[in-house]
């Protein structure tokens, strides 16, 4: 690997990487970029909803195009009887708007941006934020991603990376204690929040699949939002997938998986909360230590 493929795939890797939607000719096992259940969420909103008086959906930002509410779209995702609650938090990729899209923020009255990203991450793209929002930092990642990226031979030694980040999610302590951390924020902080890394799908997709879990959405629902993430930033995947071509010539297939979500990744994680812990409520309160009193206060703004 030449030391600007090895910089270039890092930056992807490290970051969350940069989104793919449309790799499955290229990929032998790539899965589709859009399932049915996928477009479904798309075309009529959230799944199982009525629409009745919905609030307004998250806006579309051209310039951080995987901005979007946890909530999901229409009514909100269905939690059981009731809807989660459009409005309070928000996942995003990395947050540098352009002109029009700072006035949108702007306008949506956000009290706290959570930062996820290393610092190298940070230094290659710092956020701009609207005026009186609060910042800060909560970087979450662990790992020499260089050695990692040595061993990548094929498709399936990056996906295998990513299954094995996802599963860090619920076994690494570096990764506990920042999730724990990022979670008592989201529970004790007031006003609407964000939360980001660099392009909001591995790190920032995870977060999200716990607080919809926490929410009480189905598994299936909060899958097909993780896939979410393959449409809502297609623009910055074709963009870095130019990027690999560039740095690796025809071996870029071999990287496609870093920058791109599958089923495959969240359910490493998902699979690996049931082994060590037995449920996603035990890996709230033993694996990441939360209290009942603040998995209540999440639970109370989803849902409540």
């Known amino acids: 690997m030449s030391r600007h493929g090895s910089t270039f795939a890092?930056?992807?890797?490290?970051?969350g990487a940069a989104l793919l939607s449309g790799v499955?000719?290229?990929?032998?096992q790539a899965e589709p970029s859009n399932p049915p259940a996928v477009t479904a969420l798309l075309d009529a909103g959230s799944a199982g909803l009525g629409s009745s008086a919905p609030a307004a959906d998250a806006p579309r930002l051209a310039s951080i195009d995987n901005f979007r509410d946890v909530a999901g779209t229409g009514a909100g995702y269905a939690a059981g009887w009731t809807h989660v609650n459009k409005g309070v938090f928000y996942r995003a990729n990395a947050i540098v708007p352009n002109e029009a899209d700072m006035a949108t923020l702007a306008g949506l009255k956000l009290s706290t941006v959570y930062d996820l990203r290393t610092d190298d991450e940070v230094a290659q793209k710092q956020d701009v934020l609207p005026s009186?929002?609060?910042y800060k930092r909560i970087p979450i990642l662990s790992g020499?991603?260089?050695a990692m990226l040595g061993k990548i031979k094929s498709p399936d030694d990056a996906r295998k990376m990513m299954q094995d980040m996802n599963r860090s999610f619920a076994t690494g302590d570096v990764e506990k204690a920042k999730?724990?951390?990022l979670l008592t924020d989201l529970a004790t902080t007031d006003g609407g929040q964000v939360f980001h890394c660099t392009a909001g799908k591995d790190r920032t997709g995870w977060?999200?699949?716990v607080l919809l879990s926490i929410a009480g959405v189905s598994n299936q629902t909060i899958m097909d939002d993780y896939l979410l993430t393959n449409e809502y930033a297609k623009d910055s995947i074709a963009k870095n997938t130019e990027g690999l071509k560039r740095a690796f010539g025809d071996a870029y297939v071999n990287f496609l998986p870093l920058v791109t979500v599958e089923q495959s990744f969240l359910q490493a994680g998902l699979d690996q909360v049931a082994t060590t812990y037995?449920?996603?409520?035990k890996y709230l309160t033993e694996g990441l230590g939360l209290s009942p009193a603040t998995i209540g206060k999440l639970k109370a703004k989803l849902v409540g």
């Open 10 to 15: 890092c930056a992807l890797v490290v970051s």
């Open 24 to 28: 499955g000719g290229a990929l032998a």
């Open 132 to 134: 009186g929002v609060t």
């Open 144 to 146: 020499n991603i260089n």
């Open 179 to 181: 999730f724990r951390e």
């Open 207 to 209: 977060a999200s699949a």
């Open 278 to 281: 037995g449920s996603m409520d």
